[in-house]
């Protein structure tokens, strides 16, 4: 294809497309009749200038000329409490409901790599010895120590917000490393487990695990609940690139992407609920029970809120993608 030849018979339809655009909403019936047919033939021009001969010029400015008529013709629709309602009502609890299958293996594995590393640490001096040295552990472990006064050394709320920017970064991180064949994933996972697992092994040889049990439960478990969520939907994203199934990995990518943006905004609310709980019941004078329990109970409704919510949004065919109205068209429309 010739391309100024081509340029030279149709610029006077993408000249007169981009005059109706112009005009915003104030076009008549005949109008708006012609920019809908300009916009399918510079949809068309688009794919064959894509297609046959690419130039950047041509092609970004067509590109953003198709965006625009389209935004025109199909209107473009505001975001606003129907579309949080739908999330976090549908489209967040059913993605962490339909990644289920990776993230409970996740958290399975994980807790069983943590509780090990634990066991190990616990049962092996010159392990601990390998750590710190003996001065060294005693404070961390002593009463009055470093592992218990590390969640009262700061004012409760700006501790509150450090933990919970730092998980939901650590979340994010695993959902958008994951396409990287979830490699990085694993390595966060194996990070987050070794720190888990020092904790429990020096703490179980200076007999104090059940104290140490009772500072981390109380917000560990929706803690930790939320980063295997992320971990696993990272995982599955990383699966993706390797099997995309019956579609084109590109738009298998798309699809779990989306979602998985969805959950990094999800998760960053649990991640929220998570550090207020460690910032305010953690190392209050809340007996140790009252604490766990609050910790228990956090993470039930969580579990409850995705089974049945996200459940019931699953199985009528809610994948935590978006609209399909918001969704890129992967094709321009030709007429």
Request: proline letters at 4%; charged letters at 15%.
């Amino acid at each position: 294809m010739d391309l100024d030849v081509f340029v030279t018979a149709h610029r006077a339809e993408w000249d007169r497309l981009e005059q109706l655009l112009g005009r915003g909403r104030s076009l008549t019936g005949a109008e708006a009749d012609e920019l809908v047919a300009l916009y399918q033939r510079a949809s068309t021009h688009l794919s064959l200038i894509q297609s046959s001969t690419p130039d950047p010029m041509l092609t970004g400015r067509l590109t953003q000329l198709v965006a625009r008529a389209r935004a025109t013709v199909t209107g473009a629709r505001r975001a606003g409490w129907r579309d949080a309602a739908r999330f976090f009502t549908e489209s967040f609890p059913a993605a962490v409901y339909r990644s289920r299958r990776w993230w409970i293996p996740t958290a399975l594995l994980s807790t069983a790599v943590g509780v090990l590393l634990g066991w190990w640490i616990a049962t092996h001096p010159e392990v601990q010895g390998a750590i710190a040295a003996p001065e060294d552990l005693k404070a961390l472990t002593k009463p009055g120590g470093e592992y218990e006064t590390y969640y009262s050394s700061h004012p409760a709320g700006s501790f509150a917000a450090q933990v919970w920017t730092n998980n939901a970064q650590a979340a994010a991180v695993c959902l958008v490393l994951g396409a990287f064949l979830g490699i990085p994933v694993l390595w966060i996972l194996f990070v987050n487990m070794l720190n888990l697992g020092t904790g429990i092994g020096l703490m179980a040889a200076a007999g104090r695990l059940d104290v140490f049990l009772g500072l981390i439960l109380p917000h560990g478990l929706l803690e930790l609940t939320a980063v295997f969520v992320a971990a696993g939907t990272g995982l599955r994203l990383g699966w993706r690139v390797i099997d995309p199934g019956p579609r084109t990995r590109r738009a298998a990518l798309a699809e779990q992407g989306r979602a998985a943006l969805g959950m990094a905004i999800g998760l960053a609310v649990v991640l929220f609920v998570s550090g207020l709980i460690e910032g305010f019941v953690t190392p209050s004078a809340l007996p140790t029970w009252a604490r766990v329990t609050i910790g228990v109970a956090a993470e039930g409704l969580f579990l409850t809120y995705v089974y049945v919510l996200g459940g019931r949004a699953a199985r009528a065919g809610e994948v935590g993608d978006v609209e399909a109205a918001d969704q890129t068209a992967t094709l321009p429309t030709a007429a």
